[in-house]
């Protein structure tokens, strides 16, 4: 059976993090492996979409979660996202 990955939008992303803020057995999960748990949920991330995610285990999470609700508090997510 084939599974049909969908593109992350923005809400999707945040829905991610929200789940691997509050789950640490998944923030593991997706610090290791961001494009494999990715397609375990359904999503078909870009290039830029792994990179951030993958970048997310070079920083404490709590801060990378900061500087991310900062960054999109002024800037939405780049259209490559999705």
């Given amino acids: 059976m084939t599974q049909f990955l969908t593109e992350m939008t923005p809400e999707d992303v945040q829905k991610v993090l929200g ?32 990179a951030f995610f993958a970048k997310l285990g070079d920083q404490a999470f709590g801060n990378a979660a900061d500087d991310l609700a900062a960054h999109i508090a002024s800037n939405p997510l780049p259209d490559v996202w999705y």
């Fill in 19 to 50: 789940r691997a803020l509050l789950e640490p057995g998944f923030r593991k999960q997706l610090l290791a492996d961001p494009k494999g748990t990715l397609a375990i949920l359904g999503y078909k991330a870009s290039a830029e979409a792994l």
